[in-house]
């Protein structure tokens, strides 16, 4: 459990990532050799979000970072799914009051998370089956365990 103090704060109005992270967005979205080809922005960062909570760790946002998309596009599942990931990763719920703590910590999985997932879609091999066993491996370790 986090011995940490939270404060009430409100998360602001965008989502953002690092300024240089940003064409990776845009090629996974723009390439017809990927897999999120047409998805919206925001799909792309919860996944890259969830991707990075289990495969990359947080990686603080270089510089100032740039808006990718509004608070406002993403849904309560969504927003339930990055709540849970800030609580995992602090330990406690009081977290949760927090809210500009619980975006941070989500802009940072996704920083880190997105690299691993274009060098997943761009790389050698095929990407469905890279992230696929990915999935699969998840999956069968949060059985386990």
Same mark, same amino acid.
């Given at each position: 459990?986090?011995? @940490? ?12 990532? $690092?300024?240089?992270?940003?064409? %990776?967005?845009?090629?996974? @979205? ?10 919206? %922005? ?34 309560? $599942? ?25 975006? *941070? ?24 089956? *890279? ?8 999956? @069968? ?5």
């Amino acid at each position: 459990m986090s011995d @940490q103090i939270y404060e009430e704060t409100s998360p602001g109005r965008d989502y953002y990532i $690092q300024e240089d992270k940003h064409e %990776l967005y845009k090629e996974l @979205q723009e390439s017809k050799d990927s897999p999120f080809t047409e998805a919206e %922005l925001n799909e792309i960062f919860i996944f890259a979000v969830a991707y990075g909570s289990r495969k990359a760790g947080r990686t603080p946002i270089d510089g100032s970072g740039r808006a990718l998309f509004n608070r406002g596009a993403l849904n309560d $599942q969504t927003l339930w799914l990055i709540r849970s990931i800030a609580v995992a990763e602090e330990r406690t719920t009081d977290v949760l009051i927090d809210r500009k703590q619980v975006k *941070e910590i989500a802009e940072e999985y996704a920083n880190g998370g997105i690299t691993e997932i274009h060098n997943k879609v761009f790389g050698p091999g095929d990407p469905l089956v *890279e992230l696929s066993d990915d999935v699969i491996e998840l999956a @069968q370790e949060q059985n386990s365990g």
